[in-house]
Structure formats: structure tokens, C-alpha cells
């Protein structure tokens, strides 16, 4: 297959080279957003965008070992308007780099998989996004194609810049365990197109190579060939959605799927059917999941219509309906409040509460590679992960937001054979963004 004389069944840039370029594009990018913030100004077509998200956190109880850890993200970026740049009618361009660097927490010191620090993975420099984005119809069809990422687009929400979870943000963390749903910031080839039936009322579908093959963290986002792909994921939503502009008590609905059509190794069973922890072959490989998912964000208190301080509930169900999977369904519950103490209206307040539910095969493995080193029973199975946030609001482009955590049975996938359960576990956090960019043009 060839795009534009690209040849994308060949990598284009390999190795050194390749994040060498990368780590330039990203440094050179930086730099002109610092350097040109007035020339941007005045043209007035290129939205640049820099940003820092650092993640700390520490296990101070429970889970493997005692031990602290820290995560963080560098985002360059910019949004070009070719209407304005070229006579482009609802034409952008979108790119992205960002460098994810720093430790994962969960895996050195609490011993389970799903981090408390959202912003870790994919590590290295990387090209995140590359893509075109335009529409039709006076805007009420959009589409956007190029290198992207399907959890951008799909089971998202700004609600998850007040938690540093990952069980629950960027996304709920069981559509990336049952299916090869890309992730920000390992980009692939992929697209979206959302149709609006009025000012609320949409539905919304995409389609997304899957990337196994990018995720680790020596790739930078420049190998766009599709030799190592298995397949597609395809999510779809159906949803209903407001704004400040045509209510007073934003909310959105949606309900929706996904298919993945893409390799995946069975959760329990080798390639003859049997138990691959008893007969020592490897998991088979298999081809074929899919899932559903319902959720709502809903503002339901307002004490001053005339106020942004305002109360969200938010909640969601995810389940597989095809497939050996790992997990049986995912629950999250949660609220954010908007205005805490007087006079600071943009400080908030957040809590969120997960429950992962593993399959029968999923535990029957980790059972039987538990007896074979050694250990006795059966995993819990559920793990349940609670977060509460504050956070503070310095100006317009500074925020602050200690965070405390609480995991009950941590789980057991990092390491499959542990011959006995983890302590549940208490972890102190502190997330803070910063918005270069913006700090950029007050300076300026």
C-alpha cells in the first residue's frame, strides 16, 4: 500500500535517526512557541499550544513496598487554520509531540497494573498527532483523519484533568483491557466523523489501526508502516450532549461500542485448548472482541445561575459481549465541584471510585501459575481504586492538585505467578499543569 509515494508497508525511520529527529522537532517546536508568540498573534492562524503535566506519587501503605515515583509530560503543539493560511473553508491541520518520561508507581512499588499516575506510558519523544480535520454541511458533519489516537476522541472527558487515576482517566481503563483501543500518546493511522442531528444529538463512529507494535517505549511516532498491524478497532457512540450555551446544567449522555478486530493473547489457553500455565506452550492468539458501554456527566447543582461554581456527577458501565477477555465489566461513580472555598471560584473538589471485575479464565491462570510457584487460593476478583483531589488554581495557567488514593486488592497482572494477595494500599499523589503556551503570551 502506498500513500503520496510513501511506501507504509516499510518503516520510514528507524532507531536513532528517527528520535533524534523527533527529539529536534519537539525542542525546535517548543522553542518558535516561546520565541514567535507575537508573530503567531498577528497572523493569527496558528494555535500553539505547550504544556507540562507532572505526576508524583508515593505508596506510603500496603501493596508491594514502601517507595515513590514521578511521571511527567511535555506537549508541543499547534492547530493551524487553513482557511485563514490558505482558503481552506473549515480546514485545520492538527500536530502534536509530546515527552512522556519519569517512573510508574504501580509497577515498582504497589505491584498491581493500572497506574495512579494517568500520564504514564509511552515513553520517549514522540509524533503523538498528525492529522487534518475539516467539515461539511455548515459544520454538522466533522471529520479528521491522519496519525491519531482513538481515546482522544471516544469514552474521553475534561473532567479527567482533576484526577491523576488511570483506572478512570484519560479513559476507563478497561476498554484498553479488553481490546487494542489506541492511546494517547502512541499514534497509528486512524480517523473519526461525527454527525450532529441538531445542537445536542449525535452519533459518532471511527476507525483505528491497531498499534501494538509503537507502544514501546524506544518508538517515536515517525515508523507509519502498517506490516506489523493486525487489524482495526471501530468504536461507535450515540450520544446527547449541552454546553453553557444552550443550558444551564451541561450534561452528556452517550452509549456506544466498540469492535476489535485485531490479534490478542487468550487470557488462559494455549493453541490446543489447553492451560497454558499447566502445558507451558504459549497463549493462543486469538482475533475478534467487542464491548458496550454506557455513561453520563450531568451538572445538577447551581446555587448562583450566574456562577460557573456548580456540582457534576458522572458514572459509567462497561462490559465485553465478544471475545476472551481478561475483565468481565468495569463501574465508575464519581463528582467534581466547581468552587470550594469563598473567593475561589476554579478551585475543585473531586472523588472517583472504580471497580475492575476480572473473568473466570483471567483468574483461573493466575491461580494456577500462584500454586505452581508455590502459593495457595485464588486472586481477588475485583480490584477497587478510590481517588480524592484539590485542586488549586494560580491565575489562569497554573494548577495545583494533591490527591490521595485507596486500592483494594491491588490486582496480580503485572505478575501472574505472585504467590499470595497484596495489602490494599494507600498512596499520597500531587499532579500540577502548567500551560506554557499561555504563560508565553502574558510574558510577552
Known sequence: MRLKNIDLSRPL?????????????????LAWCIAVPAQAAETDYIDWQASYTGEAAANVSGGKQRGSAYAGQLFVGAGINLDKAAGWNDTRIHVAFTNRHGQNLAQNYIGNSTSVQEIYGGQNSRLARFTIETSFFDGQLQVEAGRTVANISFLGSELCQYFQTNSACGNPTFVFRTSNF??????????????????????????????????????????WGIADSTGVVVPVTLGYKTSWKNDDYPRRYEVGGWYDGADYADPSRDAEGNLAAISGEDYATQNGRSGVFARFEQTVLRPDLNSRRRLTLFGAVLTGIEGELTQDYYLKAGFVKHGTFAGRDTDTVGFVVTR??????????????RQINGGLGVPAGYQLMMELSYGMQFGDNIRVQPNIHYIVNPDQFNERGRVEDLDNAWVAGLRFDVDLAGLVFIFD
Open 182 to 223: 489506541t492511546w494517547w500518546p502512541v499514534s497509528s493511522w486512524g480517523g473519526h466523523a461525527k454527525f450532529w442531528f441538531n445542537d445536542k444529538v449525535y452519533l459518532h463512529a471511527g476507525v483505528y489501526e491497531e498499534n501494538t507494535a509503537h507502544q514501546p517505549d524506544g518508538d517515536h511516532g515517525f515508523d
Open 356 to 369: 475492575q471485575d476480572y473473568s473466570d479464565a483471567a483468574l483461573e491462570d493466575q491461580a494456577l501459575l
Open 13 to 29: 525511520l528507524r532507531g536513532g535517526i528517527a528520535k533524534s529527529v523527533c527529539s529536534a522537532i519537539t525542542s525546535g517546536l
